[in-house]
């Protein structure tokens, strides 16, 4: 196998920088390839899977929606549990291949000539070029060339070329839909329910064509799959004699070959694939089987569709000079995200899935990872920013009553958030080390809601939509305030407001040690970040027109005695400190210190230290460590500028070294049990010490396609940890960000690279950023209708750039 950061290899490759290659076959790595060349378009995706494979040990073979989910129960200890999952749909892969009668080809049965496996970057197009010899000793080529098309939502396409090396003779491909599936993805899972799928109907309305439908069976949602497979050879289509073949679940054609030697045969298999919730479709079978009906040819389909993919790198290439691999890394990521939120994604009704739309983890479900994910698509696409914050809107009412039903006011999101917008976090977890399950608690964590505030915030900052701010995002914000101020309680022996019975973004501390119900005190994370909502909160009418104020006031009962209580807590709200530093929750600095030592002695890896020490019977609440980076990420999300506004507001002392003391207590503390911490070190780092920054940045970088998490990414990629590297040369290394009118930029470029270059679309206007050691440059790219002139800060040094004008800010 070849490395595969290290670009393509074998003949055809296309450029190193834009290709993710492997080489050989490896049944162990198989899973992780199959995630890593996903083809997607932010509408849905299929898994990289041959299609000649169905789901065993080594393949899986996924297709999602994005936003399409089911709930299904099942009984543990005669207990219902119920589980709500991104729903696997129906297979349109299959192409197989039978020579001369012999059995269906698989890999294993015959003996590997010459295989190659790549995904291009530019346009996710997944290639695979085999070549084997069979039992019978005939040779044979085929090359397979898929996509998931960028120019039209609803289609994917597939192409076999064949052609038999030293050989002549009959062959058939057969050519199906495969509705019999099950999530199955993800092995810890596979003791809960995971089917989803009930058979409708099948249908061949045409000779080329083939249809299946399903129907979810709890949320009732019609999915419809059309295939139209066609022949051809020389240029010239081929009519041949198929074979139909349906059951309710299955239907195929098989096609009936002719096979020269050395002559190639392309076998075409154009896809649509429509759901009930998508508009203007009507009985979606029927709109399925006409949209292939209609399809383009599969080289004008992918003329299309490269076109789509080139517009789209235009606005969001982000390139690093001096380092190749960190280039290529980039954007393997940028294709991946790319692939899950795209600008199908704007007006979809759907989130940001923590693990993306190619494989199973978290059931696909959201999280708080759209805090990563929003700042490169913000700056990029912010329509589909605009778009993934209305889903969280339209849940509104169940954020309600969640609150409502846990006693507090205003809007509580959840941790775990599906199809509904109700808490989807399970209730128990399966330790894979113990064979246990275990009680999860991490429903406790509210800060969720603080993330959903701050990237409505940051969306208008940047783009200025004041409409959104007008019509939905003051009401999102106001209702997540007003939770915040019934959560806090205040002391009147501390004179401050207090929050108890949450937890941070740590996860490993659920409780107090021997402490019977769940939750901490005074999350330092969540408190200061509840300090400066409150702040935004209290003045947040102000911005709004008059009338519009009114309107939002009235729809959320807003009362004047709130909005004083907000602006007190940003001036009163509690903050737990010891020894000067920041502590993570009130009475951290009383637990033990672990022997780290000595745990990494005998595990070797010990980033998921909650598991091994609950399978030692031991429990992670009892001792100072973290997961992941909790009180830290104050630092990651603010500058020392606003940090030292809010704690200056709360009374608190803000030393200058208070970024540098707190990440390097809580750095040889911290186990980075989740890659997003490495992203967070990163970035905190990047200020004062940019080789360690870079080294964390790097481990971030070949996370997934390392898989350093022993086998994660098989189940679907990381999406917090793939936009989060690039945020993070935009962010840190360039130094970007915005606040009052004004692009602001402090480069803190590591030693291993040379420079950035990137676009950004700030106020409506596309602008290209440069930076390297000597200067930075800012182009104001013209031909935008309603583009302004743009006021950039760089270095303490404030210009206007015009339009259609460039300046540059010298750095030495």
């Not at 393509?8 to 992780?32: K, M, N, S």
Request: with cysteine.
């Amino acid at each position: 196998m070849t490395d595969p950061h290290s670009g393509p290899a074998g003949a055809g490759a296309g450029d190193p920088a834009f290709t993710l290659a492997y080489v050989g076959v490896d049944p162990a790595g198989e899973g992780l390839r199959e995630t890593l060349t996903s083809t997607g378009n932010g509408y849905m995706a299929t898994r990289g899977a041959a299609e000649w494979e169905e789901a065993d040990d080594v393949h899986y073979p996924g297709t999602y929606v994005h936003g399409l989910y089911n709930r299904a129960a099942t009984l543990l200890g005669g207990v219902p549990v119920h589980n709500e999952d991104l729903v696997n749909l129906p297979n349109w892969l299959p192409l197989r291949l039978r020579i001369g009668g012999a059995e269906v080809l698989r890999l294993a049965d015959v003996e590997i000539l010459d295989y190659h496996h790549r995904l291009d970057l530019r346009a996710a197009v997944l290639t695979r070029h085999l070549r084997f010899r069979d039992r019978e000793g005939r040779e044979t080529e085929l090359v397979s060339r898929r996509f998931t098309s960028m120019a039209s939502m609803h289609h994917a396409y597939l192409e076999w070329t064949l052609t038999p090396i030293d050989w002549s003779g009959p062959a058939e491909v057969v050519s199906a839909i495969d509705g019999r599936v099950t999530n199955a993805g993800v092995p810890r899972y596979r003791g809960l329910e995971g089917s989803h799928l009930d058979a409708v109907a099948t249908e061949i309305p045409r000779p080329d064509v083939m249809a299946l439908k399903t129907r979810t069976r709890e949320s009732e949602v019609t999915v419809s799959v059309a295939a139209r497979t066609r022949v051809s050879s020389g240029g010239r289509p081929v009519e041949v004699p198929r074979t139909d073949f349906r059951t309710p679940d299955h239907v195929q054609q098989t096609l009936h070959l002719d096979l020269a030697r050395g002559v190639p045969t392309v076998i075409e298999k154009s896809v649509g694939l429509f759901t009930s919730r998508d508009p203007a479709t009507g009985d979606t079978l029927v709109r399925a089987h006409r949209a292939v009906a209609r399809s383009r040819s599969f080289d004008a389909a992918l003329a299309h569709h490269r076109e789509s993919w080139h517009r789209l790198w235009q606005t969001c290439d982000v390139r690093v000079f001096g380092d190749d691999e960190a280039q290529h890394l980039l954007r393997v990521h940028i294709c991946h995200i790319l692939q899950t939120c795209s600008p199908h994604t704007a007006d979809l009704d759907a989130g940001v899935p923590a693990r993306g739309i190619s494989g199973e983890a978290y059931r696909g479900h959201v999280f708080w990872d759209e805090l990563f994910v929003l700042p490169f698509l913000t700056f990029r696409t912010p329509d589909v920013t605009r778009g993934l914050l209305m889903y969280r809107y339209r849940r509104l009412s169940e954020a309600r009553a969640a609150a409502d039903a846990a006693g507090y006011a205003g809007f509580m999101f959840p941790w775990q958030s599906g199809s509904l917008g109700t808490e989807e976090t399970q209730e128990v977890h399966l330790n894979p080390l113990s064979g246990t399950w275990d009680e999860d608690l991490s429903h406790n964590q509210r800060h969720v809601s603080a993330a959903i505030f701050y990237n409505i915030w940051q969306y208008v900052t940047t783009t200025e939509d004041t409409m959104f701010l007008e019509n939905r995002g003051a009401e999102l914000m106001l209702g997540i305030a007003r939770f915040w101020s019934s959560v806090a309680h205040y002391s009147s022996d501390r004179e401050r407001y207090e929050i108890h019975g949450v937890m941070g973004p740590d996860e490993y501390h659920e409780r107090y040690p021997g402490a019977a119900a769940g939750g901490l005190r005074n999350n330092a994370y969540t408190n200061v970040f509840v300090a400066w909502i409150c702040d935004v909160a209290a003045h947040l009418l102000d911005l709004l027109p008059s009338t519009r104020a009114d309107t939002v006031r009235a729809r959320l009962e807003l009362r004047d005695e709130e909005i004083a209580r907000w602006e007190d807590m940003s001036r009163r709200m509690f903050v737990p400190f010891h020894d000067g530093i920041l502590s993570q929750f009130e009475g951290y600095e009383q637990l033990e210190e672990l022997d780290w030592d000595a745990y990494r002695a005998e595990y070797g890896d010990i980033a998921r230290l909650d598991r091994i020490l609950k399978a030692e019977g031991d429990t992670p609440d009892r001792y100072k460590l973290a997961k992941q980076a909790d009180a830290v990420m104050l630092f990651f999300l603010f500058g020392d500028d606003e940090l030292r506004r809010i704690f200056t507001r709360l009374g608190y002392r803000f030393p200058d070294d208070a970024a540098r003391r707190t990440i390097e207590y809580y750095d040889r503390r911290t186990s980075h049990g989740s890659t997003l911490s490495y992203i967070t070190h990163a970035g905190v780092l990047a200020r004062f010490d940019p080789d360690s920054s870079w080294e964390r940045f790097a481990v971030a970088l070949r996370s997934d396609v390392d898989d350093i998490q022993g086998g994660t990414t098989r189940e679907g990629i990381h999406m917090g940890v793939m936009a989060g590297t690039v945020d993070l040369v935009q962010r840190f290394y360039a130094g970007l960000r915005v606040g009052g009118g004004t692009l602001h930029l402090e480069p803190n470029l590591p030693g291993e690279i040379e420079g950035v270059s990137f676009t950004v679309v700030y106020l409506r206007s596309p602008l290209t950023v440069t930076v390297t050691r000597e200067e930075v440059v800012i182009r104001h790219r013209d031909g935008v209708i309603d583009a302004v002139p743009v006021r950039v800060r760089v270095a303490g040094r404030e210009r206007l750039v015009a339009v259609g004008a460039e300046e540059r800010f010298s750095l030495v």
